[in-house]
């Protein structure tokens, strides 16, 4: 058969949804209540995307969950954030949008889906100095449930990343202390105890663990929510190209393991691919240093490589990259796991505690460790600027290792010799002898973790002043006085991680207005054509202003752009 050849009739329904992360779930979860048929479609075997590797975590301010928790918030305080985090690329209208209807969204679904949010008290705002930023918190979780209502679909459910587990569990936000204190606190041993009893019940139950957490919790509940009122979705089967009759977008075309179908929405298609982290040809465009970087350099799956973005621009659709970023940055490190294995794991927990650094080849800090991935990422952008490489390495004492652990390398009693090894995990019975094992300068880092050890004895960093805000003190070790984010870095033998600024996101995307209609050039919607998530511009002008802020507008503008289409809004 040809490839354009269409294999049978059209296949009709309201709302196609291309995509199946958190944001295209929402949109579906909606649509499907509202009384549409959806059709969802996915390229890859499993659905989910990067929303069920992730935290899971939705950033939205002023929710009914804070007000429980007694933590106040306002519509005029999240929209003083959002004007002061993004100067003239402030958007009010999708702004506005946003956090009108964030609170109703989040309350929406918990009304029709499995899923049940945990309010993070106490996190606070990556810019919490802001004015309008929050230091007591504005995120929410997925707390963990049993994927017995999803049935056969789990078995399509994209899992979490290995690298985040333990012994097949995800670890939910809120169960992270537990793990971390296990071989040091009674009673932290005996919750992490009853987890593995529940894990062991799920291996015969089921043959996998069936508590699911973190982004699985969070995609595997709105699909069920969605399955139960009759959604469709279909798996590799990526969306070619769309249905445009010079007005108006109808549908898309579909490659299905059947064949190329033809797929008439009624009602409106919705773009929700996840952004083009793997798009090479457009990210060596924007973001020059990404154009060398290995193809490891992004934590998202590699079918989210921009065909939501094409297919937009090729119907007129605007791609707006004036942002600040158009990258969302982390440190990332490479598993050494063997010969041919791509596997990477974010640095996101445990740079700003007490007794570690992160230097880059001449031995010296570059950044405030204990401040935002993204930030750090940007800060290391900045100092490698013209190498050929964004290489840092975050060094550390045998107390901290043992203590916090580091990535995969959990603390005491689990072992770690094996990291070092494998020649992740690099190992110096002084500061000189790490430094020539890692390729650092030895005087350079000889003098950093000298002069980071002077005033550290006091509690202070009077180069990246860590510890000395809101955001710092929350990521810190409350056991630890004076500061809780910092420590002498003076137990032998010491250690370190090589990590280079890789990807967790992408800020460009198509321009859509406050329903989440893709804009023209001429600013005019598109009719029929809808864009959420990663695919869509980011409120936030291409900087990461707090945890969750990539899936809560995405979720919300997926739950505004069903509404629309369903004629609610």
Request: proline letters at 6%; one cysteine or more.
């Amino acid at each position: 058969m040809a490839e354009t050849e269409l294999s049978a009739g059209p296949v009709t329904c309201d709302v196609l949804i291309i995509g199946t992360g958190a944001a295209a779930m929402s949109a579906a979860l909606t649509a499907s209540v509202a009384g549409l048929s959806v059709l969802m479609v996915e390229k890859e075997e499993k659905f989910g995307g990067a929303s069920a590797r992730s935290g899971g975590c939705l950033w939205v301010p002023n929710t009914s969950h804070a007000a429980r928790a007694g933590v106040e918030d306002s519509r005029e305080a999240a929209i003083t954030f959002f004007r002061n985090e993004t100067g003239h690329r402030f958007n009010q209208r999708n702004v506005e949008a946003f956090v009108d209807a964030g609170p109703a969204m989040v309350d929406f679904v918990e009304a029709n889906s499995p899923v049940r949010f945990g309010f993070l008290k106490g996190f606070p705002d990556y810019h919490c100095d802001t004015p309008g930023g929050s230091t007591k918190g504005r995120g929410l979780y997925p707390i963990n449930w049993d994927a017995a209502p999803l049935g056969k679909d789990l078995a399509r459910l994209r899992p979490a990343l290995e690298t985040g587990t333990f012994l097949g569990m995800q670890i939910g936000v809120n169960e992270v202390g537990y793990y971390m204190t296990a071989g040091r606190k009674l009673a932290s041993a005996a919750y992490v105890a009853k987890c593995m009893m529940l894990r062991v019940r799920d291996q015969f139950r089921a043959g996998r663990t069936m508590r699911l957490a973190l982004g699985n919790a969070l995609v595997g509940g709105l699909a069920a929510g969605a399955f139960a009122r009759g959604m469709r979705l279909w798996t590799s089967s990526p969306a070619r190209r769309l249905l445009f009759d010079g007005t108006r977008v109808t549908g898309a075309e579909v490659d299905t393991p059947q064949g190329l179908r033809q797929i008439v929405a009624k009602r409106g298609v919705i773009l929700a691919t996840g952004g083009f982290p793997h798009d090479s040809k457009r990210r060596a465009e924007l973001f020059p240093t990404g154009a060398t970087a290995p193809e490891v350099w992004g934590m998202f799956p590699y079918g989210n490589s921009g065909d939501g973005i094409r297919m937009g621009e090729a119907v007129g659709g605007r791609f707006n990259a004036d942002v600040k970023s158009p990258i969302a940055l982390t440190p990332i490190t490479r598993l050494a796991s063997g010969e041919g294995a791509l596997e990477t794991m974010p640095c996101f927990f445990n740079r700003g505690v007490p007794g570690a650094i992160a230097v880059t080849r001449d031995g010296m800090r570059f950044a405030n460790e204990g401040r935002s991935y993204h930030d750090v990422g940007i800060n290391l952008l900045a100092k490698t600027a013209g190498q050929p490489e964004a290489v840092a390495w975050l060094v550390f004492d045998h107390r901290f290792l043992r203590r916090y652990g580091q990535g995969p390398i959990r603390p005491a009693p689990l072992p770690y010799k094996h990291f070092i090894k494998s020649g992740y995990l690099k190992m110096g019975k002084t500061v000189r002898e790490l430094a020539e094992q890692c390729g650092i300068d030895p005087d350079g880092l000889s003098a950093s973790v000298s002069r980071y050890n002077h005033f550290a004895a006091e509690g202070h960093d009077p180069d990246f002043h860590r510890g000395t805000n809101a955001f710092d003190i929350a990521n810190g070790d409350p056991e630890h006085k004076p500061n809780p984010c910092i420590g002498p870095l003076d137990q032998a033998p010491y250690y370190a991680v090589r990590v280079f600024a890789g990807c967790v996101g992408t800020f460009a995307g198509l321009q859509a207005d406050e329903h989440a209609r893709v804009l023209n050039e001429q600013n005019q919607p598109i009719a029929g054509l809808y864009v959420v998530g990663n695919d869509m511009l980011s409120i936030t002008a291409g900087d990461y202003i707090a945890g969750g802020c990539t899936l809560g507008p995405g979720m919300t503008f997926g739950y505004l752009a069903a509404r629309h289409i369903a004629g609610a809004a």
